[in-house]
């Protein structure tokens, strides 16, 4: 049968195959249904937290003592907490924060996990050592207890402090990441050709290791700001975040630490928890997807 | 005027080598324990001279270990030399840094082993030929897209291929590629390290045809590593017969396939299938395996392996001497005749 293709036809249909690494890696994401539906929730979790104020017109941190502890009513959708702030209004105004915190301090990480990470591994020797020696004992350190000294000690916790705490963490994942692919690069022959044309540190740095090694940072930086955001509702859980009047949803979540309120009032507590599980979930999907997309044989080694 | 008195050069072919090797070693020391102790060196390339003139191809050839993709390397500075030198016509690289060797590399070019591995993935083939003038030139972009598009035509690949990525190739384009690569800088000396080793036998004789033709096209010196004796017959007009970091033989080709001397260079052509060449040849078997270049045999490498071994050959390390017209040899078989 082969013999009567048309060599036309087969030369049409190779042209239109011709795509680029990065066209490949998002046809993959979007074949994954899993990961489109996290793409799906998360935007709308975005998009709703964006556009608060035209979704409610409550002031979610004013406080009304003469009416706390509401139950729903149409007034306020979700009933109001021990302090008479509206629920509702919180839940949207507080995905800003726990997103922006996520977000923020996973973009720090990055920065301070690729900078370290290519020095490592591109330099290697005594600064790579001193790196990793380094990395190895943030690591070592016990996330909560460093995070809950640095709060005590300050006056006032604001998100830039909460960001640079979660960071400064979490950022020794990341250089293990880029050094290890660094590593595993350099040995690639691309690599020794482009030293053989004469290229500068910088252009075989920028041009053909980190654009190589893209792929497992992106879905490890996804991955990591999922943790970010759990870190963010414990601490603010245990009323060591973010200080009230400030909604989060782990700020929300601390009410539930009220037997009453844990039993009588679920829509005060229920829909935060819900939005932090659906936004980790929906990050996790997305980085396992972006995996995928990255390295189509991490997905057929596991089935 | 200048290219004047090249071009006649190149005809008459002179005796100024373009290249000239001289007594180079390269050294990879072993480390052991937490304090990084060197213990003892693995001898990669150990004490080898020779030229090579411009136009000819040289060939390098030898078993897996023999150090041949080392001395490629370090002859082109892609890893630093422990002893000897390396001149390029008039100037030593030797002793070159990082930035002054820059401008040389435009001259001295390298084809690589394995094309699946040597272009990076990222890049299309229009990214991976203007990087080289990118590096190398200060051409403005029209003119580097010029090169480039005359260049693809070069190697046989076509105009629409530019926007395609190296996945999207066989072995043989993607090779195709890479000497596009490198011949897109109009070097003089291009080193090909087992350059048609990872291709399939029909597509090796296409690669190895496009490499010649290049070659008189564009005036290139080639020194051709492989373990393969019949890609290195076609290619070589010279050969080198490498062991443990050290040349065995060293000859016009004619010399090393009809009328070769040492018993190393006897056994690899033993060990070609019979019906590739013609003619009875003296057979000779080697006994066990390549020794191990961090611990090789004293005196003759070859001592503990070769047939015809006798004492002095355990004790004293033979010579690399003049046979005849063009033939030099390390054997003590040969030093008192």
Known sequence: MNNNINPTMEYKQREQQAKSPR?????????????????????????????????????????????????????????????????????????????????????????????????????????????????????????????????????????????????????????????????????????????????????????HLLPN???????????????????????????????????????????AQNIRILRDHPEAWLPPGLAILLTVLSINFIGDGLRDAFDPRSSQRSK | MVIETERVAVEQKTLTPLIRVNELEKYFPIKKGILKKTVGHVKAVDGISFDIYEGETLGIVGESGSGKSTLGRVMLKLASPTAGEIYYQSTNLTHLNRNDMRSYRQDLQMIFQDPFSSLNPKMNVYELLEESLLIQTRLPKEERRKKVASMIGKVGLRQSDLQKYPHEFSGGQRQRISIARALILEPKFVVCDESVSALDVSIQGQVLNLMKDLQDELRLTYMFISHDLSVVHHMSDRVAVMYLGQIMEIAKKEAIYDNPLHPYTKALLSSIPTGVEEGVREEVRLKGDIPSPANPPKGCPLSTRCPFAFDRCHKETPELLKKNDDQQVACHLYENE
Not at chain 1, 218 to 225: D, E, G, R
């Open chain 1, 23 to 207: 066209q490949l890696a998002v046809q993959r994401f979007m074949a994954n249904k899993l990961a489109v539906t996290g793409m799906i929730t998360l935007t709308l979790i975005i998009l709703s937290a964006i556009f608060a104020p035209l979704l409610t017109n409550i002031d979610p941190t004013r406080a009304d003592l003469t009416l706390i502890e509401q139950a729903p009513s149409s007034d306020h959708l979700l009933g109001t907490d021990s302090s008479g702030r509206d629920n509702f209004a919180r839940l949207l105004y507080g995905g800003r924060i726990s997103l922006v915190i996520g977000f923020s301090a996973m973009m720090f990480s990055l920065m301070i996990g690729v900078a370290t990470g290519t020095i490592a591994g591109f330099y290697g020797g005594k600064i790579d050592s001193l790196i990793m020696r380094f990395a190895d004992l943030m690591l070592a350190l016990p996330f909560f207890v460093l995070a809950l000294t640095i709060i005590a000690i300050v006056d006032e916790v604001t998100i830039a402090l909460f960001v640079f705490v979660i960071a400064i963490t979490t950022w020794p994942n990341l250089t293990r990441i880029v050094r290890g692919s660094f590593l595993t690069l350099r040995e690639r022959e691309f690599v020794l050709s482009a030293q053989a044309l004469g290229a500068t540190n910088g252009r075989i740095i920028f041009k």
């Open chain 1, 213 to 255: 090694a893209i792929g497992p940072i992106i879905v490890n930086a996804t991955l990591l700001m999922a943790t970010m955001i759990i870190l963010e509702s414990g601490m603010s859980f245990i009323g060591m975040g973010i200080p009230q009047p400030t909604p989060t949803w782990g700020n929300m979540l601390s009410e």
